[in-house]
C-alpha cells in the first residue's frame, strides 16, 4: 500500500518568512496530492491540491509543487501570518473520477506549523 | 448546510464496554470515511463506504464495526473497547453525485476524542 512520510513534524518561523513543508509517497499510481490544515479543535480542512498532471499550483500565499519522478510534493506558504499556525497534513490518493481508489486518503504524520509575530 | 456533522464531541469508556459514534452529512455525498488520528501518525483510514449499504475495510480497522443504512449517515461501532482505542475520531464524506463541487476533496466533521479508561 501506499506509504506517505513528511517533515519537518515541528516548524517554526518568524511572521512574514517563509515555510516549507515536505512529503514523499511511495505508490507511483497515485497521482492525486491534497493538503489540509487543521487548527486546533477541529477537523482538518482542504487548502489546496494537486495532480500528476501539474507540476505546480498557486494560490495566493500559498503553493504546492510535485515531482512525480522523485516521488515528492511540497507545500510553500509565504510571508506567513500568525492565523498560519496549525497543523499542515499532506495525503496520497487516486482521483475518485475513473479510478477504484474510492478517494482513500494516505496521510503524512503531520507537521505542527508556528508563526511568532 | 451543516457539512458533516459528528455526536458525540466526547466520551469516556471503560475497558470492556460498547459504544456508537454518528456521522452526518448534508450535502449528498457517496463516499464516506472514518479515520482515527493519533500523535505523530496523522490520520489512519478505519473504514470506509461507496454508498448507502456498502462499507468496506481501510487500514487499521481491527475492533471496529461500521454501518449505512441511510446515505446521510455512517456509523462507527466499538463493541469492546480497549485503551487502546483512545484517539480523536474523524469522519469525512466526498463525492458529490451531482452539481459542480469537486470530486475528491473530503469534507471533516469536528471529530470525537474518545478515552477508553
Known amino acids: 500500500g501506499e506509504n506517505v512520510e513528511q517533515h519537518p513534524s515541528t516548524l517554526s518561523v518568524q511572521e512574514g518568512d517563509s515555510a516549507v513543508i515536505k512529503c514523499t509517497y511511495s505508490?507511483?499510481?497515485?497521482?492525486?496530492f491534497p493538503w489540509y490544515k487543521q487548527e486546533l479543535g477541529k477537523g482538518p480542512q482542504l487548502i489546496i491540491d494537486?495532480?500528476?498532471?501539474?507540476g505546480e499550483k498557486k494560490d495566493q500565499r500559498i503553493a504546492v509543487t510535485l515531482n512525480k519522478t522523485a516521488k515528492h510534493f511540497s507545500l510553500h506558504i509565504t510571508e506567513t501570518q500568525p492565523e498560519d499556525s496549525a497543523v499542515y497534513f499532506c495525503?496520497?490518493?487516486?482521483?475518485?473520477?475513473?479510478?477504484?481508489?474510492?478517494?482513500?486518503?494516505?496521510f503524512g504524520q503531520g507537521t505542527i506549523l508556528t508563526v511568532h509575530p | 448546510n451543516a457539512g458533516v456533522t459528528q455526536t458525540p464531541k466526547f466520551r469516556v469508556l471503560k475497558t470492556g464496554q460498547s459504544m456508537t459514534l454518528l456521522c452526518a452529512q448534508d450535502?449528498?455525498?457517496?463516499?464516506m470515511y472514518w479515520y482515527r488520528q493519533d500523535p505523530g501518525m496523522g490520520l489512519r483510514l478505519i473504514h470506509y463506504?461507496?454508498?448507502?449499504?456498502?462499507?468496506a475495510k481501510g487500514e487499521v480497522p481491527d475492533g471496529y464495526n461500521v454501518s449505512r443504512l441511510k446515505k446521510q449517515n455512517f456509523l462507527l461501532g466499538l463493541e469492546s473497547a480497549a485503551p487502546s482505542q483512545t484517539s480523536v475520531y474523524f469522519c469525512?464524506?466526498?463525492?458529490?453525485?451531482?452539481?459542480?463541487?469537486?470530486?475528491?476533496?473530503?469534507?471533516f466533521g469536528p471529530g470525537t476524542r474518545l478515552t477508553v479508561t
Open positions: 469525512a464524506s466526498s463525492y458529490p453525485i451531482s452539481g459542480a463541487a469537486a470530486l475528491d476533496e473530503q469534507y
Open positions: 505508490d507511483s499510481a497515485s497521482n492525486y
Open positions: 494537486i495532480r500528476s498532471n501539474v
Open positions: 495525503a496520497a490518493s487516486s482521483p475518485v473520477a475513473g479510478g477504484t481508489s474510492y478517494g482513500k486518503l494516505t
Open positions: 450535502m449528498n455525498h457517496e463516499y
Open positions: 463506504s461507496v454508498g448507502e449499504g456498502t462499507t
